[in-house]
């Protein structure tokens, strides 16, 4: 019908001769197939011989050779359209023979294959890409069509040869084998004694068919243990069933094989004889002992901390549970304590997180030692972990067992040629005075935990009822704090900063005030902590930034301003391009813009936050460290940054101005320090005429404090800097008892 329709297709373009030509030789190579195909009408029940394939191979050749002719021969004399339609016949032809004969994917292949191929070229002869693009789909396509037929052919043909096998042991051992995994085969007499096995049965015995055969099948399951008698409960569990005559699946059973402890899982059926008599067990088994032991260490995983090998947060919740259901069951008392590592954040960032994984390790082993019987110990997460005491009820007991683990934990660390020493902090909640479930006892321990930390850390805090209105309290707060920039509750601050011998301003400080309207003055001591918590502190920087300079282009030139800048801000990857949209949307000179840090921020990450720093000095903005000397102090910080002040925290002032020798000592020291440096030192909190003279004889070249001026409004501030100076320079406008509370610089 294919080669009709191609004859008839180009009946106008090629000579007859040459059409009757090509269609004699397709009936030849059609009639050689034939033969072929004729005489491999038995192969179903036999194997074919080389000569035989390669006859059968070369017909399919043959056909598709001759096909392949009307391609590079009719089609480059036809139209393209004509051409077009011999490949809708051809495809249609090479389609069909893929459907109606799925016994022979390689012969379809081969022939699409050929042909494919010659389309292909002819379609590359006329011009038609798109067409040689649509016949390699097709050609491949059909290929894996054809396999996939054959495949689903071959499975059916497999199905229904074991659906008409009747054979008992076979249709056992393969559903068993397909539905369990099973791949072993056994059967016993009435006696329990080995009858048949498979070698691979055997070979999990470490025996042979020989030694196996006629043995008890218990035994040669319990191994050296068949003469103690000390079976496992799961060989009592498979004796009772063989005795019962139960028929039984997937029963897990614990084997020795050359005294190596083996998990085995059996399936077996009883057997009768025609007249129903028992006469046995046959069945399948397999070896699961990885599977089990990958189950039982997933179990493990699920209940236990990795690092620490402490119960983790859900064997804690477990654990106190059952002491809640203990307390309510004997009228006692049960307690949750939740402790935290005090800066144990400053030495994972410092030393890196290897450091900082065993120091929990001895954390965790250190905890371990100091509890009882009566205390569960666990890991929560990071360098949170917990104590469940079953028993509380003794009075003081909870605050014993708090004051063992502050204590145990302070105690220095010998952590990879590292000296630490970190400390703990405790909150405690009692069950069921403060709670009646765990979702609430570990609340409240939270929060008892949050008011420890809140304290300054190292000491251990009870529930209190109070505790929930504080947290309630920082959730309004933070909530209000969110809303603050839009709601425009925020406002700067400046406190002047002189030259110490001139007594003439030299910069302002920008401090951050929040004036809310549901909550009124709000003290930065309060809300910059609980920004810093929250990640508000980006935003809210930014803000303080971009305005803080557009403040100062109103001011003489030689005036320059102070920003304060937190660690958070810092490893900010914008942090930069933050202040240089500030400088370019305000016009501020960059020179007349300097950024305040502490030494906190180097605890974080000392490259991130120097990198950042060396970009800021770029733009040509200064850096002052502030605060020098009341944190982990390191005059490596100095030697690689080039700060361009130090300011000397006000506690050493108000030691110095009382004579104290170590403050005094410290200044000069400092002082010295930053001449050396070619950097500036600014005192701070100078509060006296007295404390002022007194800086100038250490040495300091700037000074801050409520003696020349307190922080004030912006307005006040540009009145200030048009003055013409006269000194000494004070600025005191009337006092307010929030600054005096906040510390000495306004701060």
Known sequence: M???????????????????????????????????????????????SLDEFRKHGISIVTIGLVWSITFVWFGLLGTVSDLIILWAIVSALIAGSTLIVPTTPLANIVFAGITGLAAILGFALTGQYLMI???????????????????????????????????????????????????????????????????????????SNEDVNGKPFLQLLSGETWESGQFHPSLHDLAERLKQRESFSNLLVKVSVDRAQRWWELSGTPMLDEKGVHIGFRGVGSDVTEQRESSEKIAYLARYDTLTGLPNRLMLNEGLGEALRYAEQWRARCAFLMIDLDRFKAVNDSLGHLIGDQLLAEVSQRLKEVASDNERVGRLGGDEFAIVIRDASEPGYVDKVASRVIERLSRPYEIAHHTLYVGASVGSAIGPVDGTTVEDIMRNSDLALYRAKDEGGGAHYRYEPSLHASAEERRRLEFSLRHAIQRGELLLNFQPVVDAYKENIVSFEALLRWQSKEHGFVSP??????????????????????????????????????????????????????????????????????????????????????????????????????????????????????????????????GAAKQHPESLAIIRAVVAMADSLEMSTTAEGVETAEEAEMIRQLGCKKIQGYYFGRPMPAEEARLVCQRTPAPPVRILPPSGGDDRRLNNSGK
Request: charged share 25%; aromatic share 8%.
């Open 2 to 48: 294919a080669a009709g329709l191609a004859t008839f297709l180009y009946r106008e373009v090629i000579h007859p001769v040459g059409l009757i030509a090509w269609a004699v030789t397709l009936g030849l190579a059609l009639a050689f197939n034939a033969q072929v195909s004729a005489s491999l009408s038995d192969a179903d029940h036999r194997d074919m």
């Open 133 to 207: 693009a649509v016949c390699a789909i097709f050609v491949m396509a059909i290929s894996a069509g054809s396999v996939g037929a054959s495949r689903t052919f071959l499975e059916a043909r497999l199905a229904e040869a074991a659906i008409v096998e009747k054979d008992e042991v076979v249709s056992l051992l393969l559903r068993e084998f397909e539905e369990n995994q099973a791949d072993w085969l056994w059967q016993i007499d009435t006696a329990r004694r080995v009858r048949t096995v498979s070698p691979r049965f055997a070979f999990a015995l470490g025996k």
């Open 525 to 654: 001591a309060k809300f910059i902590p609980l920004a810093e918590d929250t990640r508000l502190i980006v935003p809210i920087g930014e803000w303080v930034l971009e305005q803080a300079c557009l403040e100062a282009v109103n001011w003489p030139a030689h005036i320059r301003i102070a920003v304060n800048v937190s660690g958070e801000q810092l490893v900010e990857p914008e942090f930069a391009a933050t202040v240089v949209r500030s400088l370019a949307k305000s016009g501020l000179a960059a020179n007349r813009l300097e950024i305040e840090v502490t030494e906190s921020i180097f605890l974080r990450d000392a490259d991130l936050a120097r990198k950042a720093l060396e970009e800021i000095m770029a733009l040509g903005c200064s850096v002052a460290l502030d605060d020098f000397g009341t944190g982990y102090s390191s005059l490596g910080y100095l030697r690689k940054l080039r700060f361009s002040t130090i300011k000397v925290d006000r506690s050493f002032v108000q």
